[in-house]
């Protein structure tokens, strides 16, 4: 188990936790370079059937809370920073890459929508959020 914290996005392709250089907006995903994000996956929901299953289930209170940040996060959008911290197994890709460009769209071999998340967080509870406005 890892604890971490980070920015919280949610959008109706999964939940991501980023550190505060990552640019992943709008429709077309770019490679990381110097930023960093995770997939969030709960218990369950995983989609990756060849791995094993996690020994644990998330939190109820933790599943309750996460589905409301990022609810509120995609109602609110960019006017908002959600930052969580969050405690979970890492998972992380196999020979990890990402193929495609930005006028087609990139897709990768990891986790979360199209695969560009080369590690995932299946999560076990999160806690001590804080919201605020951007600037």
Same mark, same amino acid.
């Given at each position: 188990m890892v604890t971490v914290r980070g920015t919280l996005n949610a959008s109706m392709?999964?939940?991501? &936790? +980023?550190?505060e250089r990552c640019f992943l907006r709008g429709s077309r995903y770019k490679p990381?370079? @110097? +930023?960093? +994000?995770?997939?969030?996956?709960t218990p369950g929901q995983d989609t990756?059937?060849?791995?094993?299953? *996690?020994?644990?289930d998330i939190d *109820?209170?933790?599943?309750? =809370?996460?589905?409301? &940040?990022?609810?509120?996060?995609?109602n609110d959008g960019e006017s908002i920073v959600i930052s969580i911290t969050c405690t979970g197994l890492i998972r992380s890709a196999e020979n990890f890459r990402i193929d495609g460009d930005s006028a087609s769209g990139y897709t990768? @071999?990891?986790?979360?929508?199209?695969?560009?998340? *080369?590690?995932? =967080?299946? &999560?076990k509870s999160i806690k001590d959020p804080e919201i605020k406005k951007k600037n």
């Amino acid at each position: 188990m890892v604890t971490v914290r980070g920015t919280l996005n949610a959008s109706m392709h999964g939940i991501v &936790l +980023a550190n505060e250089r990552c640019f992943l907006r709008g429709s077309r995903y770019k490679p990381f370079e @110097n +930023a960093a +994000a995770i997939n969030l996956e709960t218990p369950g929901q995983d989609t990756e059937p060849e791995l094993p299953k *996690p020994k644990f289930d998330i939190d *109820p209170k933790s599943y309750r =809370l996460l589905r409301e &940040l990022a609810e509120k996060k995609m109602n609110d959008g960019e006017s908002i920073v959600i930052s969580i911290t969050c405690t979970g197994l890492i998972r992380s890709a196999e020979n990890f890459r990402i193929d495609g460009d930005s006028a087609s769209g990139y897709t990768g @071999n990891g986790f979360g929508h199209m695969g560009v998340y *080369p590690v995932e =967080l299946v &999560l076990k509870s999160i806690k001590d959020p804080e919201i605020k406005k951007k600037n």
